[in-house]
């Protein structure tokens, strides 16, 4: 009897723990989830995935079954979850909806994953966001689509008609990006400076960095033309710290792949088209990932030892960790090799525990420059750390290499 009565008490608990979280709709055809949002008067919002999507795994696990998540979708929205991908073991739910995926991704033009979808209860499309975003950011994006003032669709329309204002191309500037229509930014980036009076603010400064920074945007060439008002709202040399990475990542960085054996002529192409930047940096930085993405290892070796020793501090651990690793399959003089263990042991001090391919690197080198049981116990504590399973047999057979002393590992 006392049993019973717990399970008794227990009973709503366990219904509001079921209940917690975004409520999808089940058991409905895309015509029948329309009519519903149109008879309840309430949006729709559509939640367009795939099984292989990373993003849209985190959104199902991390936010969707959230609380504060569930409350406010379920108060505002009908809510379909439609999968884009076909497996063989779908469920007889997932392939009755087949065709009206089809049907979605041709009338919404549907081209990334998680797409989500929100319509008006008349049918109209009024709002669009691609990616995976953490709650507290996601819901007051979804928000703005409750609103015909801040819709997406509506605002593009007063754009294209010419009669956006400075503060409404503001609002639809990100919005663009997080609608994966980032082909249009830069027109709206444009069209909102034609629109006011002086760009040196750190309001628009600020944007141009966002959303209008290739070398070829007008943005840019903003901030080219005037790097003393520009530095004079972010600080000295930020502008061509900005500039810089500009050159970097649209000019050099596709040259990588060239297949050229000469980076210097194509380094002085670059620099002639911006006489007025310091680009000795950028172009030094450069040169290592050419020589490195290349395999020209002669020229790769001494090119990173002399970055690194000057610009060391500055780099993204993700990027030190690649040139160790590098070095290690190049090298096998003990000094290059000294230096590539001291930035591998930077990774791992700084790193993230569970960042693996940090931990990767270091027991080899430690093993290459002769520290054995060092190497060892650092490799241990890398299968220690590691849950995967393939990648565990793996490092327990590159130890068991080490303790037999080896040369080449695997």
């Known amino acids: 009897m006392k049993y019973l009565i717990f399970l008794v008490m227990l009973f709503p608990l366990m219904v509001g723990a079921q209940e917690q979280g975004t409520r999808f709709e089940h058991g409905l055809s895309w015509e029948e989830v329309k009519n519903k949002a149109k008879k309840e008067n309430k949006y729709l919002f559509v939640d ?11 959104m199902a696990r991390d936010v969707f079954p959230q609380e504060k998540v569930g409350n406010f979708f379920n108060k505002h929205f009908v809510n379909v979850k439609v999968q884009f991908d076909k497996k063989k073991d779908d469920s007889e739910e997932v392939k009755q909806w087949y065709a009206d995926a089809e049907k ?26 691609v990616g ?24 593009l329309k007063k754009y294209e008609a010419g009669t956006a204002s400075p503060e409404m191309l503001r609002e639809l500037i990100p919005m663009s990006v997080q609608a994966y229509e980032s082909d249009k930014t830069e027109k709206m980036v444009s069209a909102y400076l034609d629109k006011i009076e002086n760009p040196y603010t750190k309001e628009t400064l600020d944007l141009i960095a966002e959303y209008s920074g290739n070398v070829k945007s007008r943005g840019f060439q903003l901030i080219l033309a005037n790097q ?37 002529s194509l380094i002085a192409v670059v620099t002639t088209r911006y006489p007025t930047i310091n680009l000795k940096k950028t172009t030094d930085f450069w040169a290592v990932q050419f020589y490195q993405k290349n395999r020209i ?6 090119a990173v030892l002399s970055y690194m ?24 003089n003990p000094t290059e090799l000294a230096s590539a263990l001291a930035w591998s042991k930077r990774c791992v001090v700084e790193g993230p525990e569970e960042k693996i391919i940090y931990r990767m690197i270091y027991p080899r080198l430690l093993y290459k420059v002769g520290n054995k049981e060092e190497a060892i116990a650092a490799q241990q504590k890398l299968i220690e750390i590691d849950s995967g399973e393939k990648s565990k047999a793996f490092h327990l057979a590159v130890l068991e290499q080490m303790k037999k002393g080896e040369k080449n590992l695997k």
């Open 228 to 264: 003393s008002k520009t530095d004079a709202v972010w600080g000295e040399g930020k502008s061509e710290i900005f500039l810089r990475n500009a050159i970097l990542r649209d000019e050099l960085t596709p040259l990588v792949a060239s297949g050229s054996k000469n980076p210097d």
């Open 309 to 332: 020793k000057e610009n060391g501090s500055e780099l993204e651990l993700d990027i030190i960790n690649g040139f160790a690793a590098s070095m290690c399959e190049c090298s096998d």
């Open 104 to 129: 979605i991704a041709k009338e919404f033009n549907v081209k990334a994953y998680p797409t989500f979808l929100i319509i008006a209860p008349d049918g109209q499309l009024v709002h669009r966001i």
């Open 48 to 58: 367009c995935f795939t099984t292989w999507c990373g993003p849209c795994k985190y």
């Open 132 to 155: 995976g975003i953490n709650a507290d950011a996601f819901i007051p994006m979804v928000e703005k689509a409750l609103n015909p003032e801040t819709q997406y669709y509506k605002l």
């Open 297 to 302: 290892w002669d020229k790769f070796k001494p």
